[in-house]
């Protein structure tokens, strides 16, 4: 298969692992981000760092969107960034950030009237997958969106589901695997400072909860920062606090009741008022801790004022 | 090793399968259960029916305890059961119910004044892997509970954890894992309702989700009796009712918030308050379809009325 012109917008841990398996599988790849740190770094990989999102979509096949959420992802396309306009026409859109349905289905049919097919594409993995070339990829859209995103995927996933025609399926499936994803933090966060406060060895509660009927896969791959007292961001509180918003937003507009996932929501809002919003989600625990005056790793009840 | 004389009090499913163990494991095996129905499967598996507790505790070595709390556990003992006092001087008690970390050391300290041993040993595992002989055991107790206890625990665990030697940790263990077991339930039976109301195919929810980051060892393993529209019990929402209440008051005594454990435990209440107590616990996912008038496999959203 011919190498494409790809341009990657949003150069954070996931878009520059994107970018990088991208250029590992032979295509030309462009990208910007609003940090100049961000370029420089997808510069090392092998890319080339544009001075704007149009600059990095000009003349592209196919762009990659790898931003915060519905209303960044228009901007980049349609507002400020100007990329939708800047691509080859024809050319193909794969939209990653999670948003509610309803956005992707909105942006699908600006791409449409612009001339472009549009992949509703959102990303699971993380950074260390994206680096990887091996992410999940819950993705909808027409088969022609597919065909044309086809190269792009192969480079960038491990996994793709294909989970419809329409854009607003792909948002769909991911917004229910934040919904448990933010609870599950949440809960085993909750579980593990319990543990901490019946003066359990929170790392045998590691061992026995991984192998009993009370582990989550997240639960499984917070709880060691916890047991690390190491809550350098991996994943950072404030994803949670705008997925299980997104979650919330939906429940709200369609009468939806989800009282889990709305105090769970809470829990990551207390976090992050407390400071921690850009740290890893385990901090949840920290919060918790802070709160109840226990002692983890990394976080003593006391901390110095 | 020499055969022991066995008594197990409570033959529910958990209790009965226990039983079998013991019997195919060549111990004999006495049981009592209020309901005279239990006591015909267990002579049928081997078991000697026995008319009351006490009769079943008759000079035996060991006494399993699989009733549903502590203060059964109590009365069976100490109360009206009067099984300790039947039991072979020196004999071991294993106290199966989840409880309260403070009523399993109570319990264990009447033991020890009646001259008994006692093992603090929570179960999980589920009616399948009870029948199996393969249970997890999340045990803590004096060394030579351990001991005396152990040719039952060969008969009837896969996995024993021992977790200290004092009465308490087990529970404490146990009581984490309902925690989080309780959370994910609910938090499952949210994520495919909400995926019902969102129009997404449930089956391919399942399959997408069981492969992601939010999956949970109870999504995997409820979430079947959703698609399949099938709630006889194999585990009843009234089990999480009472453990998650164990929770709640552990978190009260000791002034530790969990907003999420609390609200799960809301929605557990919701769905017996609304007659589905002794129903499989996915049906929180059957209460949230009848609140919202979602179809679901085997709940429509307009029953007859």
Known sequence: ??????????????????????VRAGHAVAGFDVSP???ARLAEAG????????????????????????????????????AAAAMRP?????????????????????AGA???????????GGAVKAAAGALTVMASGAPQAFAAARPVLDAIAATVYELGDKAGVGASF????????????????EAITLARRLDLDIAKVYEVITASAGNS??????IPHVLEGDYSPRSAVDIFTKDLGIVADIGREAKFPMPVAATALQLFLMTSAAGMGRDDDASVARLIARVTGLDLPGAPAAPES
């Open 47 to 82: 890319g080339r760092a544009a001075a704007s999102a149009a600059a990095a979509a000009a003349g592209a096949d196919a762009l990659v969107v790898v931003v915060v959420n519905a209303a960044q992802t228009a901007d980049v396309l349609f507002g400020t960034g100007a």
């Open 114 to 124: 612009a001339g472009l097919a549009y992949l509703d594409a959102p990303i699971s």
């Open 174 to 189: 991911k917004i229910v695997n934040q919904l448990l994803a933010g609870v599950h933090i949440a809960a085993a966060c």
């Open 90 to 110: 024809g050319g193909v859109i794969l939209s990653c950030a999670t948003m509610a349905p309803k956005d992707a289905v909105e942006l699908a049919g600006r």
């Open 1 to 22: 298969m011919a190498p494409l012109s790809v341009a990657v917008v949003g150069l954070g841990s996931m878009g520059l692992g994107i970018a990088a398996s991208l």
């Open 37 to 39: 740190e961000a370029g």
């Open 217 to 222: 896969w997240m639960f499984e791959n917070r």
